[in-house]
């Protein structure tokens, strides 16, 4: 029998054996704790565990699986919260108590829930990877959808079972490959979760996520399947926009993984959640959540392990056709964890201390989102959009995790600490920020919607730019001497700023806004920017403008607070502006005229 030679921290050395593979799982010790091999040497096999290893000493045994670390796949994922290696916390905690035991032996999924099955094949239909062969209401808002596995050859189908209720163990269906082999099938599957799961084909990234947050959708939108990050210094509130895209976005199914965070942000987390109705369903927001909790006192190996977890859990739902948003917070986090084992391994460091495989690790994570027609006979569309928070020490982002991170995310929401300061949330700067999905998403909208989207978004970033300029000059010699068309400008981007940008996350209307009411909020703003610049052409005085129109810009400003029902209140502004700008005209040339 295999034993441990040395234990250094979370890492462990078994000397002179041939019995273990790469990426290998394991179990450590008389406790049997969970492991993986990551280094197979002549001499040593070293093994990274996902547990504590207070107490655990040299000789004691250590026992091959022959399998990779697995995630396991079926009906009970969703709606239940697991630590980095797919444990149930819910479920440890009536084993162990409030803290862990090490070798805590629990199933990931619930062996004697039994779920209401619906076959979808008979006896005589052939199979390929991927197709669906029965169904089951995983909670009220997802069918869980039971698929042939990747790795299977397929075949004929040569016994089902009635439809009924069923444990996820229970077999419900045979198949017989062209080899003669039988296979037989159940409602779960494992899969490696460092090995990305295959799929028919990639699709391009048009379609935008609509999150409801207005910066987001407007000025730096993301496209489902695509790639986003999210840095940040402390206090910023990288993790409040996190939750914010996690609540509202239109995703069907929502994967969080606090990576290494405190643990009463995952307890806000739970919280907010359970509490949360779905605007669309006006169901729990938890019939659609996975949470994946690794916080900072846990085991750091499996805080590596998390997001490869929660990666691996939202490919398979992308499988059976859904779209997929998972939110890692924060991927610095993940990082340190790698570098504390790579220190361990006593690996060459490369910046600041980080394996020198750090950029390509980042780049593995975010190539696994996307969107792409799925593995089957009948091939279905689903998306990962994977949005990623950073934590850079001191706000500084030209470390090596935030730039390694850049160099592969299509969108970049810089949170910018003076915003946060003055209480202007979400906190992203729409100047240094970017999104290479703008393009498409512009032409998408205005495809599909039949309005001029893209022209509506330039003219409003071009305002901001230019009120960027302004600044610098009014900051050399003051507001007064800018022309009034300028000020107009200054008062334009203001407005853009404060009534629509600046979003109030615990008001129960402006948390969420609907893609029509910000086309509405934004028309008026841009339409009063337009009237207002005709009305001084025409000869009217900027105080005149100013003075005339200053409960309208007050309603304009109170627009983000009325209701989603009440749209038609907000969209009807937008005549009265043009109606009040020229009342203001034709008031100025009557008092020209008697003067």
């Known amino acids: 029998m295999d034993k441990i030679y040395s234990v250094n921290g979370p890492v462990v050395k078994v000397a002179d054996t041939k019995s273990f593979a790469m990426q290998e799982m394991v179990y450590v010790g008389k406790k049997r704790l969970i492991g993986e091999v ?24 250590v026992i091959s699986t022959g399998a990779p670390m697995s995630a396991t796949l079926g009906p009970g994922i969703i709606n239940n919260i697991f630590d980095g290696i ?54 009220p808002l997802i069918t869980h959808k039971c698929m042939l596995s990747p790795l299977s050859k397929g075949g004929e189908v040569i016994w089902t079972a009635e439809n009924g209720d069923y444990t996820i163990n229970d ?81 069907d199914i929502i994967v969080y993984i606090g990576c290494g965070e405190r643990g009463n942000e995952m307890t806000q987390v739970l919280e907010e959640f359970s509490e949360l109705i779905d605007p669309k369903t006006q169901r729990p927001l938890t019939d659609r959540t996975v949470l994946i909790a690794n916080t900072s006192n846990m085991p ?17 739902y992308r ?36 394996p020198a495989y750090l950029g390509s690790r980042i780049a593995e994570y975010y190539e696994r989102a996307g969107r792409v027609k799925t593995l089957g006979t009948t091939a279905r569309e689903g998306s990962i959009t994977a949005i990623g928070a950073v934590s850079p020490p001191g706000g500084d982002i030209s470390e090596p995790v935030t730039q390694n991170t850049l160099r592969i995310v299509k ?26 999905y703008q393009d498409e998403v512009g032409r998408y909208i205005d495809l ?57 996350a615990f008001d129960e209307v402006d948390t969420y806004t609907s893609f029509s009411k910000q086309v509405a909020l934004l ?31 007050d309603r304009i400003a109170r627009s983000k607070f009325i209701h989603e029902d009440q749209l038609a209140t907000i969209q009807a502004l937008k005549e009265e502006i043009v109606e009040t700008l020229h009342q203001i005209v034709a008031k100025g040339g009557v008092d020209n005229e008697r003067d």
């Open 300 to 316: 750091v190996a499996a805080r590596e392990a998390s997001i490869y977890t929660g990666i691996t859990l939202a490919e398979y």
């Open 523 to 553: 028309t008026n703003i841009l339409t009063f920017d337009q009237e207002s610049q005709k009305a001084l052409e025409l000869g009217a005085y900027f105080t005149e403008i100013m003075e005339g129109t200053v409960a309208l810009r």
């Open 411 to 436: 969108v970049f929401w810089g949170l910018d600490a003076q915003l946060a300061q003055r209480r202007h949330f979400p906190a992203i700067n729409w100047l240094s920020s970017y999104s290479l």
């Open 448 to 504: 599909h919607e039949q309005i001029s989207w893209s022209e509506k978004v330039t003219r409003a970033m071009n305002l901001l730019q230019k009120e960027s300029e302004l600044q610098e000059i009014v900051r050399l010699v003051g507001l007064d001497s800018l022309s009034e068309k300028d000020r107009l400008t200054m008062n334009a981007a203001k407005m853009i700023r404060e009534d629509y940008l600046q979003q109030n």
């Open 319 to 354: 499988d059976m056709g859904y779209h997929i948003a998972i939110m890692a917070d924060s991927t610095s986090r993940w990082a340190e964890a790698l570098r504390e084992m790579s220190g361990r391994l006593e690996e060459m460091p490369g910046d600041e201390g980080y």
């Open 86 to 139: 797919e444990r149930p916390l819910k479920k440890l905690e009536e084993v162990s108590g409030a803290f862990i035991a090490d070798g805590a032996d629990v199933s990931s999924l619930d062996t004697e829930k039994k779920y209401p099955v619906t076959m979808t094949v008979k006896t005589g239909d052939k199979l390929s990877a991927g197709d669906i062969y029965c169904t089951c209401p995983e909670t």
């Open 171 to 251: 077999v419900v269906a045979k198949i017989k490959a062209p080899n003669g082999a039988v296979e037989e099938l159940t409602l779960c599957q494992k899969w490696p979760i460092r090995t990305s799961r295959p799929c028919k084909n990639r699709l391009p990234i048009t379609k935008p996520l609509v999150t409801g947050q207005r910066i987001v959708d407007t000025i730096l939108p993301v496209a489902k399947g695509g790639t986003a990050a999210i840095p940040g210094g402390f206090g910023t509130g990288k993790t409040m926009t996190q939750h914010q895209l996690a609540k509202w976005c239109d995703a």
């Open 38 to 61: 990551i280094r197979v040497q002549s001499d040593f096999t070293t093994i990274q565990v996902y547990e504590g290893t207070t107490g655990l000493m040299p000789d004691e045994p």
